[in-house]
Nanobody
Framework: QVQLEESGGGLVQAGGSLRLSCRAS????????MAWFRQAPGKEREFVAA????????QYLDSVKGRFTISRDNAKNTVDLQMNSLKPEDTAVYYC???????????????????WGQGTQVTVSS
């Protein structure tokens, strides 16, 4: 199995930046796509960004393109999400996700991911 643990959330003013990090442990050699999802109060969980194992394929939610950047370090078993120019509508709990299956392109649907972290809160004040 794979265990995922997020860190880096917090409170930031609009226009500010945060960097989320997710560390994987366990059978990490089996990980392929990794992703970030988010869930705001009263809303469904939504896809934010995903990255393939070789970091060549990256997918982003349209509303975060140009502001968020996903990256991974397979040697450290981490995937990061650099979030710039944050907006109040980015406020949510952010979840890290991973799966073993090789997809092309990397999936953006939550049901394609078997492993999930507990989430980290991001709050953007106006």
């Amino acid at each position: 199995q794979v265990q995922l643990e997020e860190s880096g959330g917090g409170l930031v003013q609009a226009g500010g930046s945060l960097r989320l990090s997710c560390r994987a442990s366990g059978r990490t050699f089996s990980m392929n796509p990794m992703a970030w999802f988010r869930q705001a109060p009263g809303k469904e969980r939504e896809f934010v960004a995903a990255i393939s194992r070789n970091s060549i394929d990256k997918q982003y939610l349209d509303s975060v393109k140009g502001r968020f950047t996903i990256s991974r370090d397979n040697a450290k078993n981490t995937v990061d999400l650099q979030m710039n120019s944050l907006k109040p509508e980015d406020t949510a709990v952010y979840y890290c996700a991973a799966d073993r299956v090789v997809y092309a392109p990397v999936p953006t649907a939550s049901y394609e991911y078997d492993f999930w972290g507990q989430g980290t809160q991001v709050t953007v004040s106006s």
